[in-house]
């Protein structure tokens, strides 16, 4: 057929013209819908739904929309649309949910935290002005530390996951460690090979204690009957188990994958080697006081069997999944003979066998993992935490982990601590430059790790992680810490914006020192073992003052400058009382060291004067923290009750709690006590300030000996975690009105 024939050649090309544009116009169109199809996501509405407090009419006005995965790129967000329709465009849920997260941020100004969220939002939601594109090209955002789940989690309800659930994914996480109810595997398990149920459910430690369980470093074996002790209830596992499946399944459904705890051969101790005589079973020394768990050597051919058993029993109770994760000799124990790249092997294919293609998670932490490791496993299938590439990076010690797959991260916090700290500058900074030096530099860098011992404090560290996934270049600290203020407290206020430029410059100020100056921040003298010579609460404390504490306590004077709008804001009162409680501590820690001079000389009216000042700073603190919700000892201990089904397991649970942040255990107490402090209403006036009272009445005594008194603080510490009093769960008093009166007494 002729086109065109009796027709001018020039009309045949403007018709040839429209038509290609009209074709280029309907690829074009294609292009978009294929590119940004409608989808609206079920699991990520839902959260953003739940992220905006329920706000259904709010979430109607999101239009979301799905981006195909592209080469080179693990996620990637869009925000467009206009006022009242705005889209959000993502490769997956959570960078759905991430998008959210940036636009609440960014184009909204709200805010959403561990401790305190603002979201005041018009009725008709606001779109940016132009367009918005983020993209990672990180393929593991990582989530947990191990002992996380001892130190913050261990009873936490299923409110508390789901909202962490929807905040991880708000901040870009797409794996997730998940302990929670994994004792039903140990259940299981083991009594497929000798144990008794009841004997099975005596190994197992109380919750605050299992994540060291998994370690390899203790377990519930007590025949003195000690706070970490078994045995843990049936029904107790079969509830914990419960929850775990339900955080499984909601972290499943938003596109995070949960890790669970791979089977590094840890097993229930001389009862298990007895069962099975034939075994090579190898005793494995102690951790701090605790004798650890046996371990079965990998390359003996039981351990197979029981692996098998351990992820069948695993996939019963929680599904499949993609990450696994345990070490080999973590923080210590012994290979007793057994070759440690053949172990690692044995531990590979084993998990191999269970799941194809699994990954196992590797904690890069003291000498682990060693290269005779790496070099005998499938580095391909290997995923390394880096857990402290902010102040100590192992992958510069060693060699980019030799070709396996790592991922950058940070603890910054050890044992929950709660003092004022954070290290914003290497993942502000230094992150971004190592993700740009290239793999001839940095190795095979495939992720980030946030793997902090305690969460939900410091809050602004969490803020600017979460962030640095999707940003490529460094950020501009000060201004960054300036917007921070505005999205927290909802106003741009210059005596709010100085706190802040106050707090990055002292708290907020810590850089990488090759893991020497102390792990997180110099810690309150109230919390720590009453002593003239006190430096630190926790053996691995910092001895020496992260910043000069004179220059902190600005920020508590420009913070109680804010606006009566902004006093009642939970997002205010967290920082106040985390900012006035530190400005108390550091005058503690001054008035300490009168205390020692006073002694010195011998001079007992001074000695008196400063002893009764030091316990007036204790009192005031007591009385601040119970103002706000977060700072309460009783909320931690009626949640510990809560798993309880009986008088005594709600007693257990509850000598549980006190233990971890106290004693630790009794055969720990040497060494951990202390290392979880916290600066919490109720610890501070019913457990930390009678020692210190206790301490200065007998201080006053030996003033003339020159000897000051040796306490068996352990023996105090076990006395406290038999009591059962209770203590206050809801916050009482004007956060403002307390802080104003403590500035003022201090002459602030």
């Not at 029981?306 to 990450?323: C, I, L, M, N, P």
């Not at 124990?333 to 053949?342: A, C, E, H, I």
């Amino acid at each position: 057929m002729e086109i065109g024939r009796g027709v001018p050649r020039r009309t045949i090309v403007v018709v040839m013209v429209v038509v290609l544009l009209a074709a280029l116009v309907v690829v074009t169109s294609s292009g978009r819908v294929d590119d940004h199809q409608p989808t609206d996501s079920p699991s990520a509405r839902a959260a953003i739904t739940r992220l905006l407090g329920g706000d259904e009419q709010r979430a109607a006005q999101f239009e979301l929309q799905r981006l195909p995965a592209r080469p080179g790129l693990a996620d990637s967000f869009g925000i467009g649309g206009e006022d009242g329709r705005v889209v959000l465009s993502g490769s997956s849920d959570v960078a759905l949910v991430s998008g959210f997260g940036w636009w609440l941020k960014y184009v909204a100004g709200g805010h959403l935290s561990t401790n305190g969220d603002r979201i005041a939002l018009p009725e008709t939601l606001p779109a940016p002005d132009r367009p918005i594109n983020r993209r990672t090209t990180l393929t593991d955002r990582y989530a947990y530390n191990f002992t996380v789940f001892g130190y913050t989690m261990p009873y936490w309800t299923w409110a508390e996951w789901e909202r962490e659930i929807d905040y991880l994914a708000a901040s870009g996480v797409n794996r997730a460690l998940v302990l929670v109810g994994q004792e039903a595997v140990w259940y299981d398990t083991f009594q497929s090979f000798g144990l008794s149920e009841s004997e099975v459910r005596a190994w197992i430690a109380q919750p605050s204690l299992q994540p060291w369980q998994w370690y390899g470093s203790t377990s519930g074996y007590d025949p003195n009957g000690g706070v970490h002790a078994g045995p843990v209830s049936q029904d107790l596992i079969e509830r914990r188990a419960e929850l775990g499946r339900r955080i499984v399944d909601r972290m499943r459904d938003l596109g995070i994958s949960p890790v669970f705890p791979a089977f590094s051969g840890h097993v229930p101790d001389k009862v298990f080697a007895e069962r099975n005589p034939d075994a090579h079973v190898i005793p494995q020394g102690g951790y701090s006081g605790h004798p650890r768990p046996y371990w079965l050597d990998p390359t003996d051919a039981l351990y197979g069997k029981v692996a098998a058993r351990f992820y069948e029993a695993q996939s019963a109770r929680f599904g499949d999944t993609t990450h696994y994760s345990n070490d080999l000799l973590h923080e210590g124990g012994v290979l007793g003979g057994v070759d440690l790249g053949d172990a690692g092997r044995a531990v590979q294919d084993a998990l191999t066998a269970a799941h194809h293609d699994a990954i196992w998670v590797l904690q890069a932490w003291q000498d682990n993992p060693m290269r005779e490791l790496i070099e005998a496993i499938d580095r391909r299938r290997v995923l390394v935490l880096d857990l402290d590439a902010d102040d100590g990076p192992g992958w510069k010690r060693k060699d980019e982990f030799w070709g396996a797959p790592w991922a950058w991260g940070t603890i910054q916090n050890f044992g929950g601590r709660l003092g004022t700290f954070g290290n914003l500058h290497e993942p502000g900074r230094t992150l971004p430059e190592v993700r740009k030096a290239g793999p001839g530099v940095r190795g095979d860098l495939v992720g980030t790790a946030m793997v902090m011992e305690g969460t939900h404090l410091n809050p602004v560290v969490q803020d600017l992680f979460g962030e640095m996934v999707w940003r490529d270049d460094p950020v501009d600290l000060d201004s960054w810490i300036t917007d921070y203020a505005k999205r927290r407290y909802g106003v741009d206020d210059p005596n709010l914006r100085e706190a802040w430029k106050t707090l990055l410059k002292t708290a907020y100020s810590f850089r990488a020192t090759g893991h020497e100056s102390g792990e997180g921040p110099h810690e309150s003298p109230f919390v720590a073992l009453p002593s003239l010579k006190m430096t630190s609460a926790s053996n691995w404390g910092p001895k020496e003052p992260r910043y000069a504490a004179e220059t902190f306590e600005p920020a508590l004077r420009q913070l109680l400058k804010a606006p009566s709008s902004v006093r009642q804001l939970e997002t205010y009162k967290y920082d106040l009382v985390d900012v006035a409680r530190q400005v108390l501590a550091d005058r503690g820690r001054a008035k300490l060291v009168e205390i020692t001079e006073a002694y010195a000389a011998k001079d007992i009216a001074v000695l008196d004067t400063s002893t009764d000042e030091f316990l007036a700073y204790m009192t005031r603190t007591d009385e601040l923290l119970g103002t706000q919700r977060d700072w309460l000892l009783g909320t931690w201990l009626s949640s510990a009750r809560s798993w309880g089904s009986t008088d005594a397991e709600k007693a257990a649970l509850e000598r549980d709690a006190r233990g971890i942040i106290t004693i630790w255990s009794e055969q720990a107490c040497g060494v951990l006590r202390d290392y979880a402090n916290r600066d919490w209403e109720g610890l501070m006036g019913g457990y930390y300030q009678p020692r210190w009272q206790r301490y200065f009445a007998e201080l006053a005594g030996s003033v003339d000996a020159g000897k000051p008194p040796t306490i068996d603080w352990c023996a105090y510490g076990r006395e406290f975690t038999a009591q059962t009093n209770e203590y206050a769960t809801a916050p009482l008093g004007s956060t403002y009105e307390v802080a104003a009166r403590i500035a003022e007494e201090l002459g602030l």
